[in-house]
């Protein structure tokens, strides 16, 4: 296409013009002007490849966002969903509970390993009710079916209600990951084959199980309540302490970045003089929003952690802690939301200002009680959007340490949770991403699939404030 | 009293000097607002400020003396040797600070009374039991000297707050006292009011230039320390990278920058010709309905975390490229590479390139097109010999500015590109960026005095510098060669 492109500007207007006669004199004189020329066709199909090949760039970049997408829902949905096996288990007073009194401190003494033996037998036992064929198959890789997490459930279950010791009561036994990956599909007996996890025996007697309606795939809310989980159970692991420490954070940059912002946006757009210390202010502002995010987390690690928690003692300030996490985000959202303000604020024509000036008010009066809330939607969204990007940030999260391993929920704001050790949502999609285990792949694209759709409902909100609030002038 | 209910008490004076101010106002009008010089609102908010504000600021002056005041109160009962050393009494008194706190927390749970924390004169089993019960990591367990530290800096501290209590309240108080004083008919309040008002917005804008100096303090004196201990020289013109702890560590900065540079040139050329021509479709052919839908999806990628790219780039482009391409071709046999974090970055960095290049090829002048379509060129014609040309600047300082993104990108290079600092032009084979071993040294257990943490610091430094020139010189193009229309 490019050999005609060079010569179409001198000739294209002479070439069907009334001197034709020149370059194509000694040719056909023939040629009807309804008719195309062959150099016209060359010119046409030029324009219509142009065309297709915009057409296939927006094409193809949807494709890849499709795609992507798509294989998010494919690999991720399933962590929503976990396999369980129903066991009844006799919760027999003289071992759980060998005083008998029922006294919650004294029962604590019993440690998981005491439930984790209840609970093999149990299981051991309703295989044999049930009349599963398991004489091929070791007892030790028979209870190895069941996940490492379902005595502490347990556990857990049993103290915070102790009136179920002595009784037989089923329970849904979360099955192990690989069990659990064979029940959706993930794992499959090629692909078990290589792997030292698991054995043919116990995908045998899972298929049985099945069969016998013992082992069943049910919705999990415990992926969106649990928290994080070693490595050897995946299946346990869950992102409730990444969407609390996420919500911290969000709470913290709302009200520690928003005021800020818009604070600095009504000094910069309504009173700031025009000179070169507010000129330096708005290159500031305009290079900040270009600064790589991971060199906000450098800043956090050496003034928030080091500088400020460290040496000058602020214990607030610590490895993990959402409230450094939250000041990380704050001062990399504010140049977001200072520019979304002061668009915002300029789009208020100056004729309320005039207004509102005319009949007396004074400068701040005019600002405050006019230009602002006739600025607030556009301010809103912007806030939205500046919050959505700070929920979906990892980098400088990493060099603060949320990436640790945080087996515990952080306390309520009130007791000091701010400063506990947390995770990000999008910190915990890395973390899973990184671990060896391919469960771990799958509960990484579930955490995905909750952050987009929190990152959906923010973006559908700004949208529609946009459109619901939208003012033209 | 801790600074949390002080700053609550401070805002119910606030609250009262509000009431207060106002009804004086209005008391000294007799119950005639008009003659007032202000809203009595504005009287109230006076009170309210000089309540607050004037205490406020005494309180952080306070609390940013009150450290060194109070670990001197610690400081006699460490040993000599570790008075006189800077970094050994900084230790010290992290130790003397984190015991003190296990001891608050002792008591406040009921694990120790107080008169059993002052009869302790060296770290007792109970002690150590309590303080394990509340959770205080010790770095070394209780010395004698840190637990008399420790004790000495408590009833310092303790002292200290109840002094730091008293003076703020008068303080408050005064300032309330003060403003009902002046308190008149025609006082200028709101003029006041407004003054405050102001500086607080001017100080909110100063936040940002905080920022700047925040980041190139904390680089540069890092970097610093980090050039104190590595010869410069051998940093910027090293050719091998391999940190070793325990010394000897080669920390040679061509190879991350070679392989930053090699992955922002694949992600460049995804990117640059697919946003192009995205945005000279939707800016030149596509109709207005088929803009409004396409361009927010477009948007849409720009939206989704970057996190989430660098997962698709470890679970579905690696593997593909390498089971279609690499191992095919005879390239290597490696999920993670050059290839795969540059393509995706650049799949990312489609829409900037697209939004900022369709901004800019609408700015160009509709008379430019009418005068190119009435010398009889096609539409395409005139896009890549009128248009583009007179977009040219602009889409240059696009261009760069996606540079400096791709060369700023984390996750997805953490993820796709791998960790082996490597100088290849295979680009099949993994290799590591800038910002990977930022990630890399700055993560997990990290001793701030040797080289190979303190790198991290100087990667930092170079990367930022690298961004701002490339943005600077973004803008910079823009301005030089715009075109000026009327």
């Not at chain 1, 492109?5 to 309804?34: D, E, H, Q, W, Y």
């Not at chain 2, 303080?131 to 010395?143: F, H, M, N």
Request: charged content about 15%.
């Amino acid at each position: 296409m490019s050999d005609i492109s060079a010569n179409t500007p001198g000739a294209g207007p002479t070439a069907g013009g009334p001197n034709a006669g020149g370059p194509n004199a000694g040719g056909k004189p023939k040629v009807s002007i309804l008719g195309q020329s062959a150099r016209m066709k060359a010119r046409n199909r030029t324009e219509s490849v142009f065309k297709v090949l915009g057409l296939t760039a927006i094409l193809f970049s949807l494709a890849i966002l499709a795609l992507m997408i798509f294989t998010i829902f494919r690999d991720g949905t399933s962590a929503f969903f976990q396999t369980r096996m129903s066991v009844p288990v006799t919760l027999s007073a003289e071992v759980l509970d060998p005083a008998g009194n029922r006294n919650r401190d004294e029962m604590t003494k019993q440690t998981t390993m005491t439930y984790n033996k209840v609970i093999n037998e149990a299981f051991l036992a309703a295989l044999a009710a049930k009349g599963i064929k398991t004489d091929d198959v070791p007892a030790k890789e028979l209870t190895d079916m069941i996940s490492k997490g379902a005595a502490g459930e347990l556990r857990a279950d049993v103290l915070a209600d102790p009136s179920l010791i002595g009784q037989t009561i089923d329970i849904a036994l979360v099955a192990g990951g690989r069990i659990d990956g064979y029940m959706k599909g993930r794992v499959t007996r090629a692909s078990a084959e290589r792997d030292t996890n698991v054995t043919m025996g116990q995908l045998d007697v899972a298929d049985r199980m099945k069969e016998a309606g013992m082992l069943s795939t049910s919705w999990n809310w415990d992926f969106l309540t649990n928290t994080d989980s070693s490595d050897t159970r995946p299946e346990t692991a869950g992102v409730g302490v990444a969407i609390l420490g996420s919500a911290y954070m969000m709470f913290l940059v709302l009200i520690m970045c928003v005021p800020v912002g818009v604070a600095a946006s009504i000094y910069l757009e309504e009173f700031a003089p025009k000179n070169r210390w507010t000129d330096l202010i708005e290159v500031n502002i305009a290079n900040l929003a270009a600064v790589p995010s991971i060199v906000y987390g450098i800043l956090g690690l050496a003034i928030f952690i080091n500088v400020l928690g460290g040496q000058m003692g602020v214990e607030a300030l610590k490895m993990s802690a959402s409230l450094v996490g939250a000041l990380v985000l704050s001062l990399q959202t504010l140049p977001t939301i200072i520019i979304a303000t002061r668009a915002a604020i300029r789009a208020v024509p100056p004729s309320i200002r005039d207004a509102a000036l005319g009949i007396g008010a004074s400068k701040m009066q005019t600002v405050f009680h006019h230009v602002l809330p006739l600025a607030m939607p556009g301010i809103l969204t912007g806030t939205i959007l500046g919050l959505a990007s700070a929920l979906g940030e990892t980098a400088p999260l990493l060099l603060i340490g949320m990436v640790a391993f945080v087996a515990n929920y952080p306390a309520a704001p009130w007791d000091g949770g701010f400063s506990d050790p947390a995770t990000a949502l999008p910190v915990q999609v890395y973390s899973w991403a990184s671990r060896s285990d391919p469960a771990f792949i799958e509960r990484s694209n579930g955490a995905i699939i909750v952050l987009l759709v929190f990152l959906l409902i923010m973006n559908v909100t700004a949208i529609i404030l946009r459109r619901r609030f939208e003012r033209r002038w | 009293m801790t600074v949390l209910p002080l700053l609550m008490i401070l805002a119910v004076l606030a609250a009262a000097g509000f009431v207060l101010g106002r009804q004086r106002a209005l008391a000294l009008a007799g119950g005639e607002p008009r003659t007032l010089h202000s809203l009595p609102a504005y009287y109230g908010w006076y009170t309210a400020i000089m309540a607050f504000v004037p205490a406020f600021i005494a309180l952080i002056v306070w609390l940013l003396i009150q450290p060194f005041y109070v670990e001197r109160a610690a400081l006699p009962h460490l040993p000599t040797s570790v008075q006189q050393d800077d970094t050994a009494r900084q230790l010290a008194m992290t130790d003397v600070r984190r015991i003190a706190a296990g001891l608050d927390a002792a008591a406040a749970q009921g694990k120790l009374t107080e008169s059993q924390i002052a009869a302790m004169d060296a770290p007792t089993p109970e002690l150590d039991a309590a303080l394990k019960d509340v959770r205080v990591a010790l770095v070394s367990s209780a010395t004698a000297e840190g637990l008399a530290g420790a004790k000495a800096y408590r009833s310092s501290l303790a002292t200290v707050s109840v002094v730091r209590t008293v003076v703020i309240g008068l303080i408050a108080l005064g300032g309330l006292a003060w403003a009902l004083k002046v308190i008149a008919p025609d006082f200028w309040a709101r003029n006041r009011v407004e003054k405050v008002v102001l500086r607080l917005l001017m100080l909110a804008s100063l936040i940002a230039i905080l920022t700047t100096v925040g980041i190139i303090w904390s680089l540069l004196s890092e970097s610093f320390n980090f050039f104190s201990q590595y010869p410069i020289g051998d940093f910027f013109f090293g050719l091998t990278w391999n940190p070793k702890f325990g010394g000897g560590s080669e920390l040679g900065f061509i190879p991350l920058f070679w392989g930053t540079i090699y992955i922002t040139i694949i992600a460049l050329l995804v990117a640059v010709p697919l946003g192009l021509f995205a945005a000279i479709y939707l800016a030149e052919y596509a109709s207005k309905r088929t803009r409004a839908w396409v361009k927010p999806m477009i948007e849409v990628i720009a939206g989704i975390p970057t996190v989430v790219y660098g997962l698709f780039a470890l679970i579905t482009v690696g593997p593909f490229l390498r089971d279609f391409f690499a191992a095919p071709m005879g390239f290597g046999n490696s999920a993670a590479s050059v290839m795969t974090a540059g393509i995706v970055i650049g799949l990312l960095n489609i829409p900037f390139i697209s939004s900022l290049s369709d901004d800019i090829i609408n700015a160009v002048p509709q008379s430019l097109r009418d005068g190119a379509f009435g010398l009889g060129s096609t539409k395409s014609e005139t896009i890549r010999q009128v248009v583009l040309p007179a977009a040219l600047p602009g889409i240059a300082g696009a261009i760069l500015m996606g540079a400096s993104r791709a060369i700023g990108e984390t996750m997805i290079v953490v993820m796709g590109a791998g960790a082996a600092a490597k100088l290849s032009l295979n680009p099949f084979e993994a290799m590591t960026t800038m910002t990977v071993k930022i990630v890399g040294q700055l993560t997990g257990d990290t001793d701030f005095n040797s080289p190979e943490t303190l790198v991290a610091f100087a990667l930092g430094m170079t990367l930022f510098v690298i961004t701002l020139l490339l943005n600077v010189m973004a803008v910079w193009i823009v301005r030089k060669y715009r075109e000026q229309y009327e």
